[in-house]
């Protein structure tokens, strides 16, 4: 961990290096920016830039491999997919409060289940209606959306 600590350090004092000076950072200036001695700065270096397989022991037992310290960001995590999903239901629940037109032209204008953010343009020719008319439909339904029955059920989406 605290070598993770270091090369990270190190990306940072090189990216800065390269930015300001317009050249890499010579290893004296790397030891004197981490305050180490530069063989750790080199074994540092050398680490930085040598693959390392996610299989490497970490630790003195063999029992925990690097692969157990790196997050997956492709899974989303348990409590993000359950406020997810309560705001949707919050959300279809609110937009269900709306006339079937309003509803369609609101999921339509922000992308909300499944479709994708349309202009009024757009939106007026999927209902042969001009773009004025769903302008003032999409009107209407936020005035509604923001009457005082509804707003405590939108709140939720402030607060997340």
Do not use: C, Y
């Not at 080199?42 to 040598?50: C, G, M, N, S, T």
């Not at 079937?100 to 992308?111: A, Y």
């Amino acid at each position: 961990v605290h070598m993770i600590e270091t090369i990270n350090k190190l990306s940072q004092i090189w990216r800065t290096t390269t930015q300001e000076h317009g050249r890499e950072p010579t290893p004296d200036e790397l030891e004197e920016h981490l305050k180490m001695p530069l063989d750790k700065v080199k074994e540092a270096l050398r680490i930085a830039r040598d693959p390392v397989s996610l299989d490497t022991p970490i630790g003195d037992d063999d029992d925990s491999h690097l692969r157990d310290f790196i997050a997956d960001d492709k899974i989303r995590k348990p409590d993000e997919v359950t406020t997810r999903h309560n705001l949707e239901h919050i959300l279809r629940s609110t937009l269900g409060t709306l006339t079937d037109r309003e509803e369609r032209v609101i999921q339509k204008r922000f992308g909300i289940d499944g479709n994708k953010e349309a202009t009024l343009e757009e939106i007026g020719l999927d209902f042969d209606v001009t773009r004025e008319r769903i302008r003032q439909i999409e009107a209407k339904a936020i005035q509604r959306l923001r009457h005082p029955s509804r707003a405590p059920l939108l709140k939720a989406f402030h607060e997340v």
